[in-house]
């Protein structure tokens, strides 16, 4: 039992330190990487030098940052070909961002996070950097993370918002529980997730859930930008956009099930 412990706390540590590199695309440094994962240096580069070994990290030119490594991009184009949905989704993000000038994104549900998969800039000259391709937040926090946990069962908000206590710590008391339910209910009753400059303030997002064939909200797609485009007037026609692509996103979905 006690190595199995320690097997499965190995693998958790090898998995936060993928993760924190993929968050890291011009690379990071063995510091970095271990004060965010909560390791120390000796045992962050003890593991870094093992995942180089095997391909799935290395160190850049210069030699002192470490970037993603060949191994991943070989496994990850065998798993595109069933976990991929960015052939289906592209045209719906590039329809959302030409309607509505915002910038419109895919992302996906990886547990307790969403990580943005597409993005499309949108035609107003003056826009919000807080979402890009590989970006995680807790679920809840960015109007994609919000809307997917909006329109899970009920059972299973209880039990993630149970487990989440690090959101209200790292976040801040807007995203305390009380704050996140009183968001769920207005998103279920809107329909899309909106949220007001909580993360960057200013920066405004909406977020409309995506279901698998299994109908479950697996995928948003969302939009975002600076306050003054997400007016009370605007915001309804923004979002009935959002859920029209959202719908028949689900629809290409389902089809395309096996």
Known sequence: MAQAMQGSQVVSRVAAILRQVSLSPGGARTSELAAAVGLTRPTAHRLLRSLAAEGYVELDPTGTLW???PELFVMGTIAAARHDVSDLAAPAVQRLAALTGESAFLSVRRGDETVCLLREEGSFPVRSFVLYEGVRFPLGVASAGLAILSFLPTTELDSYLTRANGVTANWGETHSETAIRDRVAETRQRGFAVNPGLIVEGSWGIGAAVFDARERPVYALSLTGI?????????????????????QLSRRLGASAP
């Open 67 to 69: 970037v993603l490594g």
């Open 227 to 247: 306050e003054p485009r997400f007016t009370t007037d605007r915001l309804p026609a923004l979002g009935r956009a959002l859920l029209a692509e959202a719908h």
